[in-house]
């Protein structure tokens, strides 16, 4: 059933909606039990980041289809196996999962006639049981090359980052985990120093703990731009000092909010350097705290810093680094201060650690390493925050994003 008949009869549908709602979850819930506690389904998304390599060469565009492809993990030993569910899309680079629903969300590209967009998200529903998808909805997400998304559960609200417009869109999420179309867009502005920094290109986003301001990190014009959010009409407008200019060519990346609300954590891609920022929910201001850089001070090799994730229990923070040094490193989190300080940094037995993500359980993480299509299973240690290489691994092409259901 689609949007326009519920935007006919919304009142007269809603009762049905509702039991509907009702008997899915509770359908999830029952498959979930036959599949076995034990196991969480996992969705990677891949893509090709510019032209295909020669062949031979790492980063070359696989055989197999780009795209979407689900995986079982067992969280009691770490195995990882794939489940044969594929979806073919151009550029999924980007996955999440509804925190109650059966649904997951991915960014993609959309063949549109619509000049102003190339950018589509996509919500499919999950058989709990046997990890299959079917698609639910295609939106516009009004913007060229959508890199990011995060999900604000208090409003159901979906946000997008643009990389190739330099803007952010924000959409509704329905009752049945669907999409409407696109509610509210800000662009950003400004530039940066090198060739890969010419216009604005919002390349992460964070909604703070009060859910009421939108932190954004534009790669583009090296700068932190911070949205004040309506939950109730789903508008973004600038805040009160709408962003924070970080130095020239930091290239700011991805970026999340540590568990107590009052710290943010940013990676810069261009100069790999991890930053926290203090920030004041009431005056919407950041203020810079520490930044820190993985390479030495006489290091000269290529740097680029991926992806970023906070431990569940909010005491490790995790870094991957592609270039000449490729790695995933920990950092303690000061409970006090929020400074980070290195613990470990573990190599990867693949080529390009793109992004990962740790399993709701907390026991696991999943690197996707874009230059070997391959997806590795690293053990997580709560009280140290180390990481253990499994030896677990399948192969995906040119993964580059990861996301967790947990029936």
């Not at 090709?48 to 020669?54: C, D, L, M, T």
């Not at 969300?105 to 959309?110: E, I, N």
């Not at 943010?264 to 991890?274: D, H, Q, S």
């Not at 290195?342 to 359980?361: H, L, M, N, T």
Request: proline share 7%.
């Amino acid at each position: 059933m689609n949007n326009e008949h519920f935007a006919k009869c919304g009142s007269c549908m809603q009762p049905r909606l509702s039991i509907a709602i009702a008997l899915l979850l509770l359908l999830s819930t029952l498959d979930a039990r036959a599949a076995g506690a034990g196991n969480e389904l996992v969705y990677i998304g891949s893509f090709v980041f510019g032209p295909p390599a020669p062949t031979g060469e790492s980063g070359q565009r696989a055989t197999a289809p780009l795209g979407i492809y689900g995986a079982r993990l067992d969280v009691r030993t770490g195995h990882l196996s794939s489940i044969g569910q594929s979806i073919e899309l151009e550029r999924a680079s980007w996955l999440i999962t509804h925190p109650t629903l059966p649904i997951l969300y991915t960014v993609s590209q959309l063949a549109s006639s619509n000049a102003a967009s190339d950018s589509a998200v996509i919500s499919y529903v999950i058989d709990a049981k046997s990890g299959a998808l079917r698609q639910l909805n295609t939106v516009d997400a009004n913007g060229f090359d959508a890199t990011h998304m995060v999900l604000d559960r208090a409003s159901n609200t979906l946000f997008v980052a643009h990389h190739g417009s330099g803007n952010v869109t924000d959409l509704p999420v329905l009752p049945d985990g669907s999409l409407g179309p696109v509610a509210s867009s800000q662009q950003d502005f400004g530039s940066g120093p090198t060739p890969r920094q010419k216009s604005a290109a919002a390349h992460g986003v964070a909604i703070d703990p009060t859910h009421r301001d939108l932190v954004v990190a534009d790669f583009g014009a090296d700068r932190l731009f911070v949205y004040r959010f309506n939950g109730t009409t789903r508008s973004l407008t600038p805040a009160a000092t709408p962003f924070l200019q970080l130095p020239p060519g930091s290239g700011p990346r991805h970026l999340l909010f540590h568990p107590s609300g009052t710290l943010l954590y940013v990676n810069n891609e261009m100069t790999g350097e991890i930053c926290s920022y203090r920030w004041d929910g009431h005056s919407e201001r950041l203020t810079h705290s520490q930044c820190q850089s993985p390479y030495p001070a006489d290091y000269s090799g290529e740097k680029s810093a991926a992806e970023i994730a906070i431990s569940p229990n909010g005491l490790f923070l995790y870094l991957s680094l592609r270039g000449d040094r490729e790695a995933v490193l920990t950092y303690s989190i000061d409970n006090a201060s929020g400074a980070l300080t290195e613990v470990q940094r573990i190599p990867q037995p693949g080529k390009k650690p793109w992004s990962f993500g740790i399993d709701p359980s907390g026991h696991w993480m999943l690197v996707a390493d874009q230059g070997t299509s391959s997806v590795e299973v690293l053990a997580i240690d709560h009280h140290s925050g180390k990481l253990t290489a499994t030896g677990e691994s399948i192969s995906i092409p040119s993964p580059v994003t990861v996301a967790f259901y947990r029936p």
